[in-house]
């Protein structure tokens, strides 16, 4: 790594270390740089300032903005598009329930609107849409957006209400037991979607859609 390279990573380190401790309320260019032992210029420097600090960190972190390629690979065309949305599903609880403080962000990015915040949104929004976009469609039985936005924001709105409620309907919110019960619900709701997103690969699909819309125009 290089000397600027080490430097950035410290800063980094600090931003999360603060979140940790304070929340987003004590998050601040001067604090940063305390905890980092830089200077504050160093961040304006390298990253803007917070905004870009923070959306350099939650580059790192955040689930849609380090899997964009969630689809690209040819082994996953092969799979039905129900067992796509499922291990979707489980990616987002793992990298949750494994990190706090991308949770505190979250928790942050739902009660302030803000440049960041809405930044992170625009761009979270447009990685999920290239899922979603590519099994929307496929059938006329289901509105897909609307489905899985109900499934994603329940497992959101869950994983962030464990910091203050150990229970949600009496199903724990804080142990592996509880969400591998939750995990089985949304497998519930998968095994309900119409049978060819749960029998037929998303390749197979696209390409019986392609036919029968016939080709594009340039």
Same mark, same amino acid.
Do not use: C
């Given at each position: 790594? /290089?000397?600027?390279? #080490?430097?950035?990573?410290?800063?980094?380190?600090?931003?999360?270390?603060? *979140?940790?401790?304070? =929340? &987003?309320?004590?998050?601040?260019? !001067?604090?940063?740089? !305390?905890?980092? =032992?830089? /200077?504050?210029?160093? *961040?304006?420097?390298?990253?803007?300032? &917070?905004?870009?600090?923070?959306?350099?960190?939650?580059?790192?972190?955040?689930?849609?903005?380090?899997?964009?390629?969630?689809?690209? /690979? =040819?082994?996953?065309?092969?799979?039905?598009?129900?067992?796509?949305?499922?291990? &979707?599903?489980?990616?987002?609880?793992?990298?949750? =329930?494994?990190?706090?403080?991308?949770?505190?962000?979250?928790? @942050?990015?739902?009660? +302030?609107?803000?440049?960041?915040?809405? #930044?992170?949104?625009?761009?979270?929004?447009?990685?999920?849409?290239?899922?979603?976009?590519?099994?929307?469609?496929?059938?006329?039985? &289901?509105?897909?957006?609307?489905?899985?936005? *109900?499934?994603?924001?329940?497992?959101?709105?869950?994983?962030?209400?464990?910091?203050?409620? /150990?229970?949600?309907?009496?199903?724990?919110?804080?142990?592996? +037991?509880? @969400?591998?019960?939750?995990?089985?619900?949304?497998?519930?709701?998968?095994?309900?979607?119409?049978?060819?997103? !749960?029998?037929?690969?998303?390749?197979?699909?696209?390409?019986? #859609?392609?036919?029968?819309?016939?080709?594009?125009?340039?």
């Amino acid at each position: 790594m /290089s000397r600027r390279e #080490r430097t950035e990573r410290q800063i980094l380190d600090a931003l999360e270390a603060q *979140i940790r401790e304070t =929340g &987003m309320g004590g998050v601040g260019v !001067n604090a940063i740089a !305390n905890r980092a =032992g830089v /200077s504050k210029e160093l *961040i304006y420097r390298y990253f803007d300032g &917070m905004p870009g600090l923070l959306l350099a960190w939650m580059q790192e972190q955040d689930f849609w903005t380090s899997h964009r390629d969630l689809l690209a /690979s =040819g082994e996953s065309s092969q799979q039905p598009p129900g067992a796509l949305v499922l291990s &979707m599903l489980r990616a987002q609880i793992e990298a949750l =329930g494994k990190n706090e403080t991308l949770r505190e962000v979250r928790r @942050w990015e739902l009660i +302030e609107l803000n440049d960041v915040t809405a #930044r992170l949104a625009n761009r979270r929004e447009k990685a999920a849409r290239a899922f979603i976009d590519r099994i929307d469609g496929l059938t006329p039985d &289901m509105d897909v957006p609307a489905v899985v936005s *109900i499934m994603l924001a329940g497992v959101l709105y869950l994983m962030l209400r464990s910091k203050t409620e /150990s229970h949600f309907l009496g199903v724990p919110l804080r142990t592996d +037991e509880g @969400w591998q019960r939750l995990y089985a619900a949304l497998e519930h709701i998968v095994r309900a979607f119409p049978s060819d997103l !749960n029998q037929e690969s998303l390749a197979t699909l696209e390409a019986r #859609r392609k036919a029968a819309t016939g080709p594009t125009k340039d």
